[in-house]
């Protein structure tokens, strides 16, 4: 088997007595997409925040291509090549769908965009953000105020913004979250298209979505994984169906 991108190991999270995250192990294969689904207040949401560093596990360990991202603070895990989308939250409404893309690519070049004249920068910069649009579907979008994009498109556009980091992970926090069943239809296709090209990590409600998008599924029930597998596996996992998908097996 090829070398976890991400391996979280025995992560453990404790609010007073109660253990959020209890002894969480689970590796993310390089080119999968890899689903994390589970009942509400299973823990999913606390995984992503400890992935991330917005929240530190009391125990365990966090491996990022090979290396120990643990103790790690935010930015650094982001420059190291983890991206976290969907918050739409963090578009900015009056500026065009461009220049908020723009921005997140400057924001990870460093001094890879310092051109000596402003216009050649800006084209750069530019060109690296409509590559992205283009990734999502939005190209025909850039010149739009961010604020008068559709919901769907909204989200496309949170999705370009984190590519323009040039993610090794991409973790999609409820991508689906608010879409209505056209917008959701086209999001699965979007991300259908981004899987042969990312990593992906998702936690999404949407069971239909997560049957169609995953390679496998880890199942969260009150911050233990109780199974990893394949769609197939989880569909035909008696604890599973007992735990979860009987309350939604369509
Ligand atoms: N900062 C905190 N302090 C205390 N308890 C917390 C904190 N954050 C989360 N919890 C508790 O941990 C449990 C898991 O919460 P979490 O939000 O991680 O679950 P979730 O699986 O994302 O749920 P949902 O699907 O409803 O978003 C819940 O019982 C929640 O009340």
Same mark, same amino acid.
């Given at each position: 088997m090829a070398e976890p991108l991400l391996r979280l190991d025995g992560l453990r999270k404790r609010y007073g007595g109660l253990a959020?995250?209890?002894g969480v192990t689970l590796d993310v294969l390089p080119g999968e997409i890899h689903a994390v689904i589970g009942p509400n207040g299973a823990g999913k949401t606390t995984l992503i925040h400890e992935i991330t560093g917005i929240v530190a596990p009391d125990e365990g360990r966090i491996l990022f291509a090979g290396a120990d991202?643990?103790?790690?603070s935010l930015p650094r895990r982001a420059r190291a090549g983890l991206a976290r989308s /969907?918050?739409?939250?963090?578009?900015?409404?009056? /500026?065009s769908v461009l220049e908020n893309v723009a921005l997140a690519v400057q924001a990870r070049s460093g001094s890879s965009f310092? /051109?000596?004249w402003p216009a050649a920068r800006e084209r750069a910069l530019n060109d690296a953000a409509m590559e992205a649009l283009a990734e999502v579907g939005l190209a025909d979008r850039a +010149?739009?105020?961010? =604020?008068?994009?559709?919901h769907g498109e909204k989200r496309a556009l949170e999705l370009a913004i984190a590519l323009a980091t040039r993610p090794r992970l991409l973790l999609l926090d409820e991508?689906?979250? =608010? +879409? =209505?069943p056209e917008e959701t239809e086209r999001l699965i296709a979007l991300l259908t298209r981004l899987k042969s090209a990312y990593t992906i990590l998702l936690v999404e409600h949407d069971m239909q979505a997560v049957f169609a998008l995953a390679d496998r599924i880890s199942v969260l029930v009150y911050g233990r994984i109780i199974a990893t597998g394949t769609v197939a596996e989880i569909r035909a996992n008696a604890e599973v169906r007992a735990a979860y998908l009987g309350e939604d097996d369509s």
């Open positions: 959020v995250t209890d991202i643990t103790r790690l /969907f918050q739409i939250t963090s578009i900015i409404a009056g /500026f310092r /051109f000596a +010149a739009a105020t961010a =604020g008068a994009l559709s991508p689906l979250a =608010g +879409a =209505g």
